[in-house]
């Protein structure tokens, strides 16, 4: 390939075709992952159920908050502080909204009961925002009032756009009553920009993502220099600002440049930290945690691990080979 122009010509013409093969791969799953008759159909067949479950181990917690606290409790050993989530979102009655809460609020207790080195993340729209914000805003009291018996950090997630407004009001009005909570802010939203001006204002940990969700045209940036400046100047105003602040990101080249920014604003402790999925580069925040940077792996646990399955392999194609690997075994 480096001596011979046409094989170079021919290598790039494959590699070419396999990035569009994966890509179109990974529409196909991000479609297939919002497919509720494909879902219904996985969880009726026990078989396939089982067998893409063997994938799914691989970025979860478990399908229960015991299995993951053994999960945590050993990543804590290792020196990681963790982040625990029950996985869900969207919920269509007060009923499911009110399970949910009562589960995040058992994970409150654990975490204090166990001692063990956690905060809590959830999506709003999992405790009741689709049905009415003052729903969603008494759930999170609930919440936060079982975090505060042991003053355990929350951090809410971001979500698909058209829930941006609801998520920003709900958390402004929650931080009223919860000061440890903390909120995600997507870089790749051009909005991001005014809502990090008025966020960086309050307390709370704000969680810098470049962003999963598809957005309308005009909304939000691709991959590329601009969307990793754009996230570099959040963090690096942040962290100027001595305001606390999760690098959230599995980009080797993001980290490395963050971690410079850190050398040069030395945050105290706890101020800052870098935070990956459970799973996924985990080499790299490993190699962090040696070289003395806070490091946190986020935990998700639940039964509804096929929309996050599919996510994980949808944003980086090539985990496809991973996880026919993992169901081969
Ligand atoms: C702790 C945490 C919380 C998050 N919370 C939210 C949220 O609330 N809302 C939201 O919209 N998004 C959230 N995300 C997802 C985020 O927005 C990105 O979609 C996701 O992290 C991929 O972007 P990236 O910056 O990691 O890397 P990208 O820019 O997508 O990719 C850069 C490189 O990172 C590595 N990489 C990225 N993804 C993977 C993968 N799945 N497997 C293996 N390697 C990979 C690869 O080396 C890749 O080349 C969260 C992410 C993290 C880590």
Same mark, same amino acid.
Request: glycine share 6%; net charge negative; aromatic share 10%.
């Given at each position: 390939v480096l001596f011979c122009p046409t094989a170079t010509f021919d290598f790039y013409k494959k590699e070419h075709r396999m990035n569009e093969l994966l890509n179109v791969g990974a529409q196909a799953l991000r479609r297939a992952a919002l497919n509720q008759e494909a879902k219904a159909y996985l969880l009726g067949n026990a078989h396939l159920f089982n067998v893409l479950k063997k994938a799914a181990d691989r970025y979860i917690g478990g399908e229960s908050l015991q299995e993951t606290v053994t999960k945590v409790m050993?990543?804590?050993?290792?020196?990681?502080?963790?982040?625990?989530?029950?996985?869900?979102?969207? =919920?269509?009655?007060?009923?499911?909204?009110?399970?949910?809460?009562?589960?995040?609020?058992?994970?409150?207790?654990?975490i204090m009961d166990k001692n063990l080195n956690s905060t809590v993340s959830l999506d709003l729209s999992h405790i009741g925002l689709?049905?009415?914000?003052?729903?969603?805003?008494?759930?999170?009291?609930?919440?936060?009032?079982?975090?505060?018996?042991?003053?355990?950090? =929350?951090?809410i997630s971001a979500e698909g756009t058209d829930q941006t407004d609801a998520v920003m009001d709900t958390y402004k009005k929650a931080n009223g009553f919860y000061n440890n909570l903390g909120i995600t802010l997507q870089a790749y939203l051009y909005r991001t920009q005014d809502d990090f001006n008025e966020l960086i204002g309050l307390d709370g940990r704000i969680r810098i993502v470049k962003g999963a969700f598809e957005t309308k045209k005009g909304l939000s940036m691709s991959r590329g220099t601009e969307l990793d400046d754009a996230y570099l100047s959040? =963090?690096? !105003?942040?962290? !100027?600002? !001595?305001?606390?602040?999760?690098?959230?990101?599995?980009?080797?080249?993001?980290?490395?440049?963050?971690?410079?920014?850190?050398?040069?604003?030395?945050?105290?402790?706890?101020? +800052?930290?870098?935070?990956?999925?459970?799973?996924?580069?985990?080499?790299?925040?490993?190699?962090?945690?040696?070289?003395?940077?806070?490091?946190?792996?986020?935990? =998700? +646990?639940?039964?509804?691990?096929?929309?996050?399955?599919?996510? !994980?392999?949808?944003?980086?194609?090539?985990?496809?080979?991973?996880?026919?690997?993992?169901?081969?075994?």
């Amino acid at each position: 390939v480096l001596f011979c122009p046409t094989a170079t010509f021919d290598f790039y013409k494959k590699e070419h075709r396999m990035n569009e093969l994966l890509n179109v791969g990974a529409q196909a799953l991000r479609r297939a992952a919002l497919n509720q008759e494909a879902k219904a159909y996985l969880l009726g067949n026990a078989h396939l159920f089982n067998v893409l479950k063997k994938a799914a181990d691989r970025y979860i917690g478990g399908e229960s908050l015991q299995e993951t606290v053994t999960k945590v409790m050993a990543q804590n050993q290792e020196g990681f502080k963790c982040s625990i989530e029950f996985m869900g979102e969207n =919920v269509a009655t007060e009923q499911e909204a009110a399970e949910a809460t009562a589960e995040f609020a058992a994970i409150c207790r654990i975490i204090m009961d166990k001692n063990l080195n956690s905060t809590v993340s959830l999506d709003l729209s999992h405790i009741g925002l689709g049905i009415s914000a003052d729903l969603c805003l008494n759930n999170l009291r609930t919440i936060t009032n079982a975090a505060a018996a042991g003053n355990i950090e =929350v951090i809410i997630s971001a979500e698909g756009t058209d829930q941006t407004d609801a998520v920003m009001d709900t958390y402004k009005k929650a931080n009223g009553f919860y000061n440890n909570l903390g909120i995600t802010l997507q870089a790749y939203l051009y909005r991001t920009q005014d809502d990090f001006n008025e966020l960086i204002g309050l307390d709370g940990r704000i969680r810098i993502v470049k962003g999963a969700f598809e957005t309308k045209k005009g909304l939000s940036m691709s991959r590329g220099t601009e969307l990793d400046d754009a996230y570099l100047s959040y =963090v690096e !105003r942040l962290l !100027r600002n !001595r305001h606390k602040c999760s690098i959230a990101t599995h980009h080797a080249e993001i980290q490395s440049a963050a971690k410079m920014l850190v050398d040069q604003h030395k945050p105290e402790k706890d101020f +800052y930290e870098f935070e990956s999925l459970f799973g996924i580069q985990d080499q790299q925040l490993k190699n962090l945690k040696n070289e003395g940077y806070h490091a946190k792996v986020y935990f =998700v +646990y639940g039964t509804e691990w096929y929309l996050y399955l599919c996510n !994980r392999i949808a944003e980086y194609p090539l985990n496809i080979f991973r996880a026919l690997d993992d169901i081969t075994k």
